[in-house]
């Protein structure tokens, strides 16, 4: 059972950086795989970054690659999403999830989700 609270949301200018946290609640924490999705206005939610319990590997969307990173640690029960060159169109409200199986792409391949936090980017 793990409990889900995302943070760091707020407005930037475009090309500037953000980090959003996702504090986990949850004896089990470091077994399960982390991820990143975001949902933008009249758009279905997608998948941007996952990470690996154990061996720490991550997979990243296309559209996010070698401007966003995300992180974990383990000791202190959270995950991070570093953004850097921040877009409009990474507008969203990004959310965190847990699953207990394996690092998933897919929505419905999580088990526990945060409630969301909004990024706003403006040009």
């Known amino acids: 059972q793990v409990q889900l609270v995302e943070s760091g949301g707020g407005l930037v200018q475009a090309g500037g950086s953000l980090r959003l946290s996702c504090a986990a609640s949850g004896r089990t924490f470091s077994s399960y795989a982390m991820g990143w999705f975001r949902q933008a206005p009249g758009k279905e939610r997608e998948f941007v970054v996952g990470?690996?319990?154990?061996?720490?590997?991550?997979y990243y969307a296309d559209s996010v690659k070698g401007r966003f990173t995300i992180s974990r640690d383990n000791a202190k029960n959270t995950v991070y999403l570093q953004m850097n060159s921040l877009r409009p169109e990474d507008t969203a409200v990004y959310y965190c999830?847990?699953?207990?199986?394996?690092?998933?792409?897919?929505?419905?391949?999580?088990?526990?989700w945060g409630q969301g936090t909004q990024v706003t980017v403006s040009s």
């Open positions: 990470v690996a319990a154990i061996a720490g590997r991550t």
């Open positions: 999830a847990a699953d207990r199986v394996s690092l998933g792409y897919r929505v419905d391949e999580y088990d526990y």
